[in-house]
């Protein structure tokens, strides 16, 4: 039995010119969930494969990638796809955002601004905004083609009668270029704002759904809201532990079994900036109580 | 004091390591070999070879034994590898009427042309552990019959004959391909049975069961089962005519189900089909029930059962897709979780400076 030999960036040909005529539709239509013949990878469902398709197609010998998972470059599926790419398309990686020409992420936007020369790719589970709402997919995609989305509204007053609140805080749903609502992928609502008139493409890869869309660079993208009450970024509110920040979004770091708790920036690419550049921790933080205690 | 974690890559080549050791397991017990896995779990192989949609025993073998024995995960590496091939067309349609039969038995009927041919089937053995095969042990050599060529019509045809079954609709030529397009509904009959035959075999046997239990019922007989070696022919543009490229075995299920009719036509049985690579007769008269309940709106039946609902069912029933979504919890979520926890903390905050006496509070944000 001999090993096979793999096509850069492991797809073959015809199947990276079928995902980039989705990925160019997607961005004809910006937000519409494209269907495309997503392939089976070897990494599975669920971790990424839409993404990997997405950043394969994509991907030339000259790309520097980046890839990262809830910010972090050295969470273990963020190694695992690195390592793939650098494996089958010998591409060089940075943990650097401001070096990467392609960048692959789940669940967050990076804390660095992006450029025009810089391409996003969000990993998607679930691309249907709709779906928890409606599970059919003949459904939803007569909703989306009506933009019958009331029922939508209707689910986030219903948060706000029964929590106070609007209750969803990830995956928080956007409307592109004041026509289709979009799941911007689970990232925190504190990263909403940053996808709209974003100078960088972005495209989104769901494989196990086969959905392709995209926001081209610098769409209106809008958080739904009421006027009574407008969408709210949420972000902790206290600085880095490492590096002092104030405005990058914050993992919780339980470091006892007393209840003691810190708080360091998810993005570590930024924090690690941060603190090459001679910032470091604010005067004496505080440790962080237990709620009711 | 915590500082930002690195040493992920190290940490995953470590975990591989000791996959790869715990893989091989004791040294002093021999290794498997493939050929030991394709002749002695033969089984094991026909199954990961027909949801891995590949035909090839060799690599199945090998996948079943990279995933120490997990199913799932074999048949997940058999696909994967399976996208790295190219798709050439489709092959002309397999005739199981030809087929060498190995075992072919019918519900219906006592006798029937060709007969009976039991096979290699645990069907009548007693499920007593077998100690003896505990130790290698000489098998005598089974007696056989060459076999009875031509003699095997299947049973629908036979019912066909006489206008007591419908008949099978012709196909336009063009099939499907699920794994080139994807999916959409209402999903045709090709395209369904597509993703039966790639259908998780444990989903399929829960939901043709629940067909037997009520949710569903459509009155099955196993009209015929039948396994054995076919020849496979590919139709070669360049040559102009068919060009045999091997065979394969495979289970056929022809379920015979309750009759339908109208005004217009007389009542007939109707038919659920299946057929799955190797011999997987659970998997196959499986999808053959299936097969059937999700042609209840087709022929004017109440729908509404699980079984039926071709959305629900094609959905879910591929278990790499399955096995995917749910293990990806274990993914870290923390970006996620933590947006959760500051809005319950914000939740209970208001819950706890509410005045215990008044109750209105949640009311009067509502408004």
Redesign the interface.
Known sequence: ?TA?V??FA???E??KRMIRRAILKAIAIPGYQV????????M????G?GGVQVTASILGPNDVLKVI????D???????IR?FFTKTANVRTTTATVDASVIQT???FPETALTEDQVLVYQV?IPEPLRFLEP???ETRRMHALSEYGLMHVKLYED??????I?T???YPVQVDNRYVMDPS?????DNPKLANCAALQLFGAG?E?RIYAIPPYTRVKSLDFEDHPFEP???DAACE?CGAGDS?????I?DDRGNR?F?C?D?DY??TRRGMGFGPRAAPDAVKP??D | MYVAVKGGERAIENAHALLADARRGDRNVPELTLDQIDNQLALGVDRVMCEGSLYDRELAALAIKQARGDMIEAIFLLRAYRTTLPRFGASEPIETGDMDIRRRISATFKDLPGGQVLGPTFDYTHRLLDHGLAEEADVPTPVTAPADAGAFRSVADLLADSGLIERAQPGNGEVGDLTREPLSFPAGRDLRLQNLARGDEGFLLALAYSTQRGFGRNHPFAGEIRYGEVEVEFFAEDAGFAVPLGGVAVTECQMVNQFTGSATEAPRFTRGYGLSFGQTERKSMAMALVDRALRAEELGEETGAPAQDAEFVLSHSDNVQATGFVEHLKLPHYVDFQSELGLLRKLQAEFYARDPQSDTSLQDAAE
């Not at chain 1, 998972?69 to 972090?72: E, H, I, K, V």
């Not at chain 1, 979004?249 to 770091?253: G, T």
Request: proline share 9%; hydrophobic share 25%.
């Open positions: 039995m096979p793999y096509n492991y797809l073959d015809q199947t269907p495309f013949a997503s392939r089976e990878m070897p599975p469902y669920g971790w494969t998972d809830q910010g972090s050295d969470t273990t599926n963020a190694v695992s390592k789940r669940h967050r589970p059919r997919e003949t706000i009668a029964r929590h106070g609140h209750a805080t990830y995956a689970p990232i925190p609502k504190f196990r086969k949420y972000r902790h490492l979004y914050l993992d919780e770091v470091t810190m360091v998810s570590t924090c690690e709620a009711h």
